[in-house]
């Protein structure tokens, strides 16, 4: 019995965000792979992309957010706090997608820092408000402006309508 072999077809040129680039300082070759374009077709390979982009842009803002004393998980309540004012701890497990005991831990470190507060909700005794602080909105407004430039760099590889687009496009991913 003979094998019969289908003719191979050249892989496509990777574009240029798939080309190798040297790593990162600090990081490993392997570290900085990227799915490669033949495993696109993978279930797996969109969550291995999306994850690899995370990476990337939350390795820069752990590195903009330290000299401030905050780290990741602090900023996405530092956000909703700014954005919606104050809100109850059970509010916030639902907006950040927190279970409850992160939700009390990233709460007591804002208070611990000065940067949040639990107070009494008027008409429910048993009811916080977790609030901002005036130290609170002042570090996440330095927090935000240094965070601009590191943002900038790590979408530099896409034009600004791309980063438009892709604003969009995560939005309608993630709203559900």
Known sequence: MTA?????????????????????????????????????VS???MGLLL????????EAMDEVLRPFGIERRHLMVLMRLDADGPLSQRDLVVLTRHDKASMVRIVDDLERLGLASREAVVGDRRLRAVTLTDE????????????????DSALQPLTAGEIAQLRGLLRRLTSR
Request: aromatic share 4%; proline share 17%.
């Open 136 to 151: 609170g909105r002042r570090v996440f407004a330095d927090a935000h402006r240094a965070a601009t430039p590191a943002a």
């Open 43 to 45: 279930p797996f390979a």
């Open 4 to 40: 019969t072999r289908t003719p191979s077809r050249p892989a496509p040129e990777p574009v240029a965000s798939e080309r190798s680039a040297p790593p990162p300082a600090g990081r490993s070759a392997a570290a900085t792979k990227t799915v490669p374009p033949a495993a696109d």
């Open 51 to 58: 994850r690899q982009a995370h990476e990337q842009v939350a």
